[in-house]
């Protein structure tokens, strides 16, 4: 049988894992639709996460897929940290673009209150072009003046990343920058940069809390509630969660990256 609305054999969709069907369920009540190439991508994505182990650590996952506000502000892990975007974005199969002045989604996520340890926790990025110079890509700093963030080209020679920390840490970066970038903290006293599968840089700066009172924005830095140097660059995935190893950031990669390409996006 084919369900004309969807394009989709009956039979396939039985063999759809569960949380997959459930983020098309919020999907379609939030009045979005998917193909059935998206539907199938999102399927496998969740099929590699959870073979790797990467699906409990995860808070919300935003895939960017249904070229609408309603589908691209679905967490793919679960009902909660439903996304709200500002005016200044595009929607489009590619994923989303910020206007580069003004616009951000809202995850709703407060790290103090959903992230359970100031020493385990993960932001991860997947960008089609390259950033722009001046900008952070996702992240808040709290009314504590704590920082969780990722900003890949802070100015035309340095990347400023930080995870629950007060201290200021800048990177030499000049070359340009997309893919999938991320930073994860797993212990009390480093955190870690990547791009792409790999460690691209190790900051030995101790924890000092969770930011707390502001949620994480995507497309813009969460400045203690300003909008701060917002990004104009395509996004086509984010997450958010507890810290990931080495190991576990190359697969988040190499899951990610297979994602994207099952969908033509992939840098």
Known sequence: MILASHGIIASQIASFD?????????VTTAGGTLSTTEKQAVNQLVLD??????????????????ASAAACAQNLKS??????FTSGWTFASTGVTPNGT??????????????ASQDSTHLSYYVNQNVKIGAFQ??????NV??????ARFDSTNSYNNVNTQTV??????????????????????????????VNQTYSISSTGLPNTHPIWIGALNL???VFRPDNANISFASIGDGLTDTEESNLYTAVQAFQTSLSRQV
């Open 18 to 26: 569960a949380d997959a069907v459930a983020f098309f369920t919020r």
């Open 49 to 66: 996460l959870k073979a790797n182990s990467l699906w409990t650590p995860m808070k919300a996952i935003y895939p960017m897929v249904g």
């Open 102 to 115: 003004s616009a951000y989604m809202n995850t709703t996520l407060i790290p103090s209150v959903s992230i």
């Open 138 to 143: 996702m992240g808040v700093r709290g009314a």
């Open 146 to 151: 704590i920082d969780l963030f990722i900003g």
């Open 169 to 198: 840490t800048t990177r030499s970066e000049t070359s340009n920058v997309n893919g999938f970038i991320a930073v994860s903290r797993i212990n009390s006293s480093t955190f870690k940069y990547y791009k792409g599968n790999s």
């Open 79 to 84: 009902s909660s940290f439903t996304g709200t």
């Open 224 to 226: 203690e509630g300003s």
